[in-house]
């Protein structure tokens, strides 16, 4: 399967450390290579970057790794095509406006039966069951809420619109729309919240790094992945069928759920 990474926090943040142990999945020290993509939330707009070939090697994601673009709010994905072609359109995060904002959407496992009505605003480019399950999101929000929503009411309507969809399959996945993140966890989702008194960390690759010289006292920064990227920190796995919402670095709501019994295989 894929696998998916997430940061969110209350300063804009480098992701580099994080995303460089996370490509290396890409065609390195595991099978993720059929492509993989990065999303940077910049105010009101959005950094895409996207290739088809493996994380490990892609000379875009070299350029990402230089650039070290500080955000608030990352989403990037390595792909492991289970459906839709090895192709550009089908190479996640994906992304949609909805309310004048731009929502991004990256998801891990695979769900059936996912079909877009013809008339519907929002319709696939490609041919994933990720890319549609999003469009059915963002198309039942867009129904259900005139204008824009409560962060509540927009997360107990993702949890019930997206617990529907869960049942048809494995639907790990990550969502944002540069204020906040949604992690939703159907089989493996970990979270990491680093806050003052920062310390060090080893990545599994054994390349370590000290927060202290790069955070300040205020800084809160929270790291989701499919698996832990690093060997010393105490990561949080997520229950499965559980959703947490991430604002500034914090946890405002979460709700805990149980594993179907159709997936105890996963």
């Known amino acids: 399967m894929c696998q998916l990474l997430g940061m ?13 142990g996370f490509r290396r999945r890409a065609g390195l020290t595991d099978h993720h290579t059929d492509g993989f993509g990065i999303a940077f939330f910049e105010g009101k707009g959005v950094r895409i970057f996207r290739d088809n070939r493996p994380g490990a090697s892609s000379p875009m994601a070299d350029l990402v790794s ?35 904002e731009n929502w991004v959407f990256a998801h891990n496992g695979t769900v059936e039966g996912i079909t877009v009505c013809e008339n519907n605003h929002y319709q696939p480019i490609g041919t ?59 089989t493996n989702l970990y979270y990491v919240c680093r806050k003052a008194p920062f310390g060090t960390a080893l990545r ?33 796995k997520m229950k499965n069928g559980g959703y947490v919402f991430f604002k500034e670095g914090d946890i405002l709501y979460e709700i805990e759920g149980t594993l179907p019994d159709n997936l105890n295989h996963v």
């Open 8 to 20: 969110n926090c209350n300063t804009p943040t480098d992701i580099t450390f994080s995303f460089d």
């Open 66 to 100: 230089q650039y070290r673009i500080k955000s608030f709010n990352v989403i990037a994905h390595i792909r492991k095509a289970t459906r839709g072609d090895v192709n550009l359109e089908n190479t996640h995060p994906f992304i949609r406006e909805l309310w004048g």
């Open 128 to 186: 994933t069951d990720s890319e549609a399950a999003f469009c059915c999101i963002a198309a039942k929000l867009k129904e259900r809420f005139q204008s824009k929503p409560t962060e509540k009411e927009i997360f107990d309507a993702i949890v019930e619109i997206t617990s529907e969809i869960a049942k048809y399959g494995v639907f790990n996945f990550i969502l944002s729309n540069g204020h906040w993140m949604i992690a939703r966890c159907s």
């Open 204 to 236: 599994d690759d054994d390349v370590m790094i000290d927060f202290r010289q790069y955070t300040c006292e205020r800084d809160k920064v929270t790291i989701i992945t499919t698996q832990p990227l690093t060997k010393n920190e105490q990561w949080t």
